[in-house]
């Protein structure tokens, strides 16, 4: 498995949460992230994965691959989440990952041309999370892209 130690310290200074949940970078290209993240930091009081930790490595993952496509598109911009929902569908009782869904290259091509031409970007992303290969929860999230100042 190829290790993405670079992409781990730009996200662990970026955003220094993903460090303390023990988030870890299992692949990071310009059309697909996937994340992992261990129990233990992120344990609830029932032994499984807290809520909050689980949306919040689906919302990075979402975050990363909007990040690694401007720069595979060699675009600028600042990447925000808008909005978010979480569908919960099964406890997990152990480490996770949290795996983008392709997004069609029209939509990366209109969010290139907005922020070039000085406007904000929306773009919609699904971020699907499993526990042990079984499917555990969704996130369907809103993100934009601010342009540069």
């Keep these: 498995m190829q290790h993405y130690q670079d ?9 220094p949460l993903a460090q303390a949940m023990g988030v870890k970078v299992r692949h990071a290209a310009e059309d697909a992230v ?3 993240a261990p129990l233990e930091p992120n ?3 029932c032994a499984t994965i807290f809520g909050g930790s689980a949306a919040a490595v689906a919302t990075l993952a979402g975050w990363l691959l909007v990040y690694r496509k401007l720069q595979a598109l060699g675009v600028r911009g600042q ?3 808008r909005r978010s929902q979480m569908d919960y569908q099964k406890a997990m009782h ?3 990952s949290a795996s983008t869904l392709p997004v069609a290259d029209a939509v990366w091509q209109r969010m290139a041309g907005a ?3 000085g406007r904000m970007a929306r773009l919609q992303l699904v971020v ?3 526990c042990g290969e ?15 100042n």
């Excluded at 079984?134 to 540069?148: C, Y």
């Design 7 to 15: 992409i781990e310290d730009y996200l662990y200074q970026a955003i």
């Design 34 to 36: 996937t994340l992992w």
């Design 43 to 45: 344990i609830n009081h």
């Design 79 to 81: 990447v925000m989440v």
């Design 94 to 96: 152990g480490a996770f």
């Design 115 to 117: 922020l070039a031409k």
């Design 128 to 130: 699907e999370l499993e």
């Design 134 to 148: 079984v499917a555990a929860g969704r996130l369907d999230g809103e993100f934009v892209v601010l342009p540069p």
